[in-house]
């Protein structure tokens, strides 16, 4: 739970690196070994400024003002006995060194409740975001018109701002429609825009009968918001009951992937290109989204995903080879192979991510 608001922070802090815990220990070293010369060298130095340091030392990594506050008072109690050692240099010195170490109390305590304070503000707003987010973001269904399907979505790591990745899986009368998307942007304007996309989808994917009419659809509630340079790369598919081909709209989206008798084969966009993002048709002169037929036959698997799975690296900053990853695996239910591609995914970047990662598996069990 969180703390009730007041002087204190948040009761937990993120932990210092490696480095600067050492940094921070060095520190408090120098200072004990500062205030122990003192109290040997000759009486008419003193170093008690010096002291005026260790209420900064105990801020750095803690969210709790009374800390760097009750080590301030402690080091300004430390000045009395200082100054009756050092007894040849002036009372003024002593007055000096009393009064900055009690100033540089103050700043570092005021800073610690400006730190905790916008922290509690982040969260709070993240929290928001995310509900809204993961509200948006129905459970799909299992099993619809012939599918089966699993779906993973992973947040980022807690530093980072909420993404907006978007999917939907909606069983119509023109067959199993699909859409993935990602919103540019981040926080709660970019769940706006996924909130809009989502909404229009769900109302045209289940009365226009093609699939780039349904595109047009998104495209213009997009364009509607008109906020700066927003966009959306959205993929949608469709799967119909008749066991033809499937047929994607790709909009400015990355390429679908196709895994077929071991053999995994990307669906690029035609040879005039794939079609520009969501709200950026005009751009190019306007006109319809262009569907693309291609083969997705009983047992194959079929692979949407999101930019924050392509674009997470590793330690040495290379990119996470999805493509070779999804090839390499054997399992072929969705469920099973979406939990090992994420399972593998974050095992790649040492545990998180930098964007939301959305994955989306389909495998077809029958041609009714």
């Known amino acids: 739970m969180k703390r009730a ?10 932990a210092l690196p490696r480095p600067a815990r050492g940094l921070v220990i060095a520190g408090w070293v120098l200072l004990a070994v500062t205030i122990a010369t003192d109290f040997t060298i000759n009486p008419r130095v003193t170093l008690s400024p010096a002291l005026g340091t260790a209420p900064v030392l105990a801020s750095i990594g803690t969210r709790r003002a009374r800390v ?11 000045v009395v006995p200082l100054a009756y050692n050092d007894v040849n240099v002036p009372f003024i010195t002593h007055l000096t060194a ?54 993973r979505y992973v947040a980022a790591a807690a530093d980072a701002r909420v993404g907006g990745d978007l999917y939907e899986v909606l069983e119509t009368p023109f067959g ?24 229009t989808f769900r109302e045209a994917a289940q009365v226009e009968a093609r699939l780039d009419a349904v595109a047009g659809r998104l495209d213009a509630t997009v364009r509607r918001r008109g906020i700066g340079e927003e966009f959306v790369t959205a993929a949608l598919l469709g799967v119909p009951r008749s066991g033809g081909r499937a047929e994607l709209v790709n ?12 053999t995994v084969t990307a669906i690029e966009a035609r040879a005039e290109g794939t079609d520009p993002p969501l709200a950026l048709r005009e751009l190019v002169g306007g006109g319809p989204y262009h569907p693309d037929a291609f083969p997705f036959h009983k047992g194959d698997l079929l692979l949407l995903y999101t930019d924050g799975v392509t674009e997470a690296r590793d330690a040495s900053g290379r990119f996470y080879p999805l493509e070779r990853r999804f090839a390499a695996l054997t399992e072929s239910a969705p469920g099973a192979l979406a939990d090992r ?11 998180e991510l930098a964007d939301d990662a959305a994955l989306l598996v389909i495998r077809r069990e029958q041609n009714e």
């Not at 760097?68 to 430390?78: F, H, K, N, V």
């Not at 909009?251 to 071991?262: A, F, I, M, Q």
């Not at 591609?341 to 545990?351: F, N």
């Open 251 to 262: 909009c400015g989206h990355l390429p679908p992937l196709v895994r077929s008798g071991g």
């Open 341 to 351: 591609l994420l399972a593998d995914l974050l095992t790649y970047t040492g545990g």
């Open 176 to 199: 199993v429609r699909l859409l993935i998307g990602d919103v540019r942007g981040k926080g709660l304007g970019a769940v706006e825009t996924a909130a809009d996309v989502l909404g």
């Open 98 to 151: 009393a009064l900055t170490v009690l100033a540089i109390t103050c700043i570092s305590t005021a800073n610690v409740v400006l730190v905790a304070t916008r922290e509690r503000e982040l969260l709070r707003s993240r929290s928001v975001a995310t509900a809204a987010q993961q509200a948006l973001l129905r459970p799909a269904p299992e099993r619809v018109g012939g599918l089966r399907v699993a779906v």
């Open 5 to 14: 608001p007041g002087h204190d922070g948040p009761s937990q802090a993120p």
């Open 68 to 78: 760097p506050l009750l080590t301030g008072l402690i080091a300004l109690l430390l």
